[in-house]
């Protein structure tokens, strides 16, 4: 269609009607049946986005990544005496069971022996002796990190009266499952360890450091 | 008192320094004034310092460079192995060799011993006043 006219910047020779009449979009309605025929959306058009960030930006994507499993220390084995060097049990010498899923090291006094029960211990508050026990007739398949989940306590509603009192704690009680637990591990242990002279003892002993005693020269 | 031990080709001599700690070695020639040709069944003939080397009590009787067969026949039919092992100084070494190679049980039952023979020893020393005192 060619362009109206201008009499200046921004007026218009002819009118509105006059411009309309011309421009004949009149005659393409009513081809269409009174509406102006619209074009249909393409896939492109929807799916083009309106913003564009100014930067070309990855996103960041959670990691995949995995942990691997804890890696056992190659002098510790199932049997191996270990020396604990933190904790309530500091010094004491123990028999190593297995390593449990969660990394940690499953281990046993055993109880009657020197008071250390079946317990979970950290692999790098341990010292690996090379001494070893047999520990073919020891069960310790069923014993896993649940076991020794702690029990949740119920929270029993208080009175304002009670609040202010000193909390009597329920005493917590070893299971008795435990206590049998303990037995039958032991049981099959104490027998391997009463075959070899002075084992016992040993077990019973707490190691420390005496004068004139260099850790790094000392053979374990 | 004059010296006893010399350095000359076919003694005997410990390496009290570097790699060879502790290794017993013969001296199987001299390269100048510091340094000696060293050689033992076990290892490559090499040369090492004079001040490096502990000389022992045994000679043994090689020529100059001799073949390793050779050195390790002269050193067999001098019984090196058995008079060094029976030495007062090859005993020290051995012991200390074997005290330091004690596992952590190994110390524990030696701990015991120790308490046992006290024991016995104090026994036998009361025993023994008892008699000197009536």
Redesign the interface.
């Known amino acids: 269609m060619a362009p109206t006219s201008k009499l200046s910047q921004g007026i218009k020779k002819a009118s509105r009607s006059h411009t309309y009449h011309r421009r004949g979009l009149w005659a393409i309605k009513a081809k269409h049946g009174g509406a102006f025929p619209k074009a249909e959306k393409t896939d492109a058009a929807a799916a083009a986005p309106k913003f564009y960030p100014a930067d070309d930006v990855k996103p960041r994507q959670p990691s995949t990544r995995k942990p691997n499993p804890t890696k056992l220390r190659s002098s510790i084995t199932p049997g191996t005496v270990l020396i604990l060097l933190a904790g309530r049990f500091m010094g004491k010498r123990v028999v190593f069971l297995k390593q449990l899923k969660s990394g940690l090291l499953l281990v046993t006094g055993p109880f009657k022996i020197n008071g250390v029960p079946i317990r979970r211990v950290n692999q790098a508050y341990v010292i690996a002796t090379s001494t070893k026990v047999d520990i073919s007739g020891v069960d310790v398949e069923k014993i896993n990190d649940k076991y020794f989940a702690r029990d949740k306590k119920k929270k029993a509603k208080k009175t304002e009266g009670e609040l202010f009192e000193t909390e009597k704690e329920a005493t917590k009680d070893l299971p008795e499952f435990k206590k049998e637990d303990q037995k039958a591990v032991d049981a099959a242990l104490i027998k391997a360890i009463e075959a070899v002279p002075d084992l016992k003892t040993y077990l019973g002993a707490r190691f420390s450091l005496r004068d004139g005693d260099k850790p790094h020269e000392m053979v374990f | 008192m004059p010296f006893k031990r010399f350095v000359e080709i076919g003694r005997v001599a410990l390496v009290n320094y570097g790699k060879d700690y502790g290794r017993l070695v013969v001296i199987v020639d001299v390269v100048d004034q510091n340094r000696a040709l060293i050689d033992a069944p076990d290892m490559v003939r090499c040369q090492i310092n004079f001040k490096r080397l502990s000389l022992t009590d045994i000679k043994i009787d090689i020529k100059r460079v001799p073949k390793k067969t050779t050195l390790i026949k002269a050193m067999e039919d001098a019984d090196v192995k058995n008079k060094w092992e029976n030495s007062s100084w090859g005993k020290k070494l051995i012991v200390q060799k074997r005290r ?6 190994d ?3 030696v701990m ?1 011993a120790r308490i046992k023979r006290g024991g016995a020893i104090r026994q036998e020393l009361a025993k023994l006043k008892k008699v000197a005192a009536a």
């Open positions: 330091a190679s004690l596992n952590d049980f110390r524990f039952k015991l």
